[in-house]
Structures are given as structure tokens and as C-alpha cells.
């Protein structure tokens, strides 16, 4: 499986700010994925993100408000602009590989998250 | 948006209980995923099913694609203590696509 670390591991930001979250895989990966799982909830799929093109952002997401890069086939960053209190969140970040020996295209494998506060 | 629905939301059982949890879809899926979350982590994947009909086991698990690929069951036989967690099911559409998440079940188990 795919090992994803994700930085910060949490962090506590202000009403007005930007934070910028990262996101490296061990491997290289076709698809990344960006959710949030608000407290107590499930996740939601925030956009997908291939490497050379633009990101997917899904209904109720737009990129003003969470811009995403993906520079290579193993990083990717989200970032939270112009946080507010309906920002705190747990934001994780997933890859999606290839075939590759055992491994097949449908599994997605989970980074630790980033668990946000804003103020 | 598409929603799964997973049931039961939370369970408290005995450790040595059998544990049965099941998901749900209007909509007919290709693959379906069982993840547990631990508090703080991310969700860890412990099964994928990807045959309409099919029944896979990991360990004490088992979990099975329904028939009619609009649902799919998850067994967890003689828990044990370190089976707390949230446990969500995931549907995906065709290969590549996004994962539509249950709403989780939270099992609880007394020692």
C-alpha cells in the first residue's frame, strides 16, 4: 500500500487567513484526492487532482476558496483560503494508483489528516 | 449529493460479539471499500470488493459485494478491544472515480 504523510498534522488559525496543506506519497500515484470530514461526519470529496491538468472540484467547492497543486506524481498541496469558523475541519488527502503487482486501480489509501481549528 | 446509507450509526457490544454492519445505494456500484478510522488518523482500508457477489475476508472480517451491487456487508467475528473505531463503507462508481462515503458506524466494545 501506499504510506501518505500529510503537514501540518493540525494547526490553529485565524478568521481572514490562508493555510496551506501538504501532501507527499512514497510512490508515484496517477490520482490524488483532496476530502473534509467535518467533526462527527463522514467525508466529502473535495476535488481530484491529476498531475498536469487542473484540479476537480466537486459541487459546493471552488478553487478561490481551496486551490490545489500538483506539481508531480507524489506531492500535492490544498490550501484553505480565507478561513472562517465553518473551515474546522479534518482535511486528508488520498492517492489512487495503477495496477502495480497486488495492488489495483480502485484502492485509495488514506494520509493521517490535518486537523484544522480556525478562530 | 450521493449518499450511502450505512447502518446501524453505532454499536456497543461484548468482546467476543459477532458484529454486522451493511451499506446501502440506490445507485449500483463497481467497487465497493470498508475503512476504519481510529481517532485521529486517517481511514485505513481493510477490504475491497470489486465482483458483484463476491465475499473476501481479512483476518476476522469478511465483507461481501451484494448481488444486486447496491450493497455490501461487513462481518467482524469475536471482536476484541482494539476493534473500537468508526467503520465506513465506500462506494466508487467506475475505476478512477471518486469514493461516495456511509455515514460510518461507531463501534464501541467492552472488555
Known amino acids: 500500500s501506499a504510506v501518505i504523510s500529510q503537514k501540518p498534522s493540525r494547526d490553529i488559525c485565524q478568521r481572514g487567513t490562508s493555510l496551506t496543506i501538504q501532501c507527499q506519497v512514497d510512490?508515484?500515484?496517477?490520482?490524488m484526492f483532496w476530502y473534509r470530514q467535518q467533526p462527527g461526519q463522514s467525508l466529502t470529496l473535495i476535488a481530484t487532482?491529476?498531475?498536469?491538468?487542473?484540479?476537480?472540484?466537486e459541487s459546493g467547492f471552488v478553487i478561490d476558496k481551496f486551490p490545489i497543486s500538483r506539481p508531480n506524481l507524489t506531492f500535492s498541496t490544498l490550501t484553505v483560503s480565507n478561513m472562517s469558523p465553518e473551515d474546522s475541519s479534518i482535511y486528508l488527502c488520498?492517492?489512487?494508483?495503477?495496477?502495480?503487482?497486488?495492488?489495483?486501480?480502485?484502492?485509495?489509501?488514506f494520509g493521517p489528516g490535518t486537523r484544522l481549528t480556525v478562530l | 449529493g450521493q449518499q450511502l446509507n450505512q447502518s446501524p450509526q453505532s454499536m456497543f457490544i461484548q468482546e467476543g460479539e459477532d458484529v454486522s454492519m451493511n451499506c446501502t445505494s440506490s445507485?449500483?456500484?463497481?467497487?465497493w471499500l470498508w475503512y476504519k478510522q481510529d481517532p485521529g488518523e486517517g481511514p485505513v482500508l481493510l477490504i475491497a470488493?470489486?465482483?458483484?457477489?463476491e465475499l473476501t475476508s481479512n483476518g476476522r472480517l469478511t465483507a461481501q459485494f451484494g448481488i444486486t451491487r447496491k450493497d455490501s456487508f461487513l462481518n467482524i467475528s469475536a471482536s476484541i478491544p482494539s476493534d473500537v473505531g468508526i467503520y465506513f463503507c465506500?462506494?466508487?462508481?467506475?475505476?478512477?472515480?471518486?469514493?461516495?462515503f456511509g455515514q460510518g458506524t461507531e463501534l464501541s466494545v467492552k472488555p
Open positions: 465506500a462506494g466508487q462508481l467506475y475505476q478512477g472515480g471518486k469514493l461516495i
Open positions: 487532482a491529476n498531475q498536469g491538468s487542473e484540479a476537480t472540484y
Open positions: 470488493l470489486y465482483k458483484a457477489g
Open positions: 510512490s508515484q500515484v496517477t490520482m
Open positions: 445507485s449500483i456500484f463497481n467497487t
Open positions: 488520498s492517492s489512487q494508483t495503477g495496477t502495480s503487482g497486488s495492488l489495483t486501480y480502485n484502492e485509495q489509501f
